[in-house]
Structures are given as C-alpha cells and as structure tokens.
Nanobody, 114 residues
Framework: QVQLVESGGGLVQTGGSLRLSCAAS????????MDWHHQAPGKQRELVAR???????NYADSVKDRFTISRDNVKNTVDLQMNSLKPEDTAVYYC????????WGQGTQVTVSS
C-alpha cells in the first residue's frame, strides 16, 4: 500500500520559514520523481517544486530563491524548506510521487499571516 504523509505545515507570519516533509512508503522511492504542489482556496493545484530521481530540480517562478526542495533516498523523504514566506503562499501543500503513475499525499495546510 502506497502512502505519502506530509507534515510540517502551520501558521507563520510574513517573512517566516517552515519546513515541510513528506514520508513515502510502499514505493521504490529512488525511481520516483517527487513533487510539491500547492492549492489555494478557489484555485487550481499548482506545481511548486520538483526533484527527479536523478536529482534534477525545478521551481515555480513564484518560489525561486525562497524555497528549496531536497530528497533523502535512505529515509524515503522529500522536504520543502520555505523561507521568506508571503501571504500568497497560503495554501494546502501536497506531496506527489510519479513513476508509472502518480500518488498523492493528503496535504498539509500552510497559512501565512500578514
């Protein structure tokens, strides 16, 4: 059974930092591209950051130079370090794992107060 479990969300003031973590089980983690997405109320889910099985990284323009994605292929985790947070970063953040199909976590809420 595949499970992706996100943690680390919460309430933070503008300019603050949070570190999200996603723990994966039931998949061959090293073969999967791992993504972080976010979805704000009334908006579509958007890709925030991606790290491939080979370590290639991409970021959405809105988070470049503020967010850092990393993976630990021993612990089967993917983290998202979020710095200089803005109110527009407020959303539910989802982890996903992709190889031959896409698996999703349940999401973790991030709220940035102004």
């Amino acid at each position: 059974q595949v499970q992706l479990v996100e943690s680390g969300g919460g309430l933070v003031q503008t300019g603050g930092s949070l570190r999200l973590s996603c723990a994966a089980s039931g998949i061959r983690f090293t073969t999967h591209t791992m993504d972080w997405h976010h979805q704000a109320p009334g908006k579509q889910r958007e890709l925030v950051a991606r790290i491939t099985s080979g370590g290639r990284i991409n970021y959405a323009d809105s988070v470049k130079d503020r967010f850092t994605i990393s993976r630990d292929n021993v612990k089967n985790t993917v983290d998202l370090q979020m710095n200089s947070l803005k109110p527009e970063d407020t959303a539910v953040y989802y982890c996903s794992a992709t190889w031959n199909k896409v698996y999703w976590g349940q999401g973790t809420q991030v709220t940035v107060s102004s």
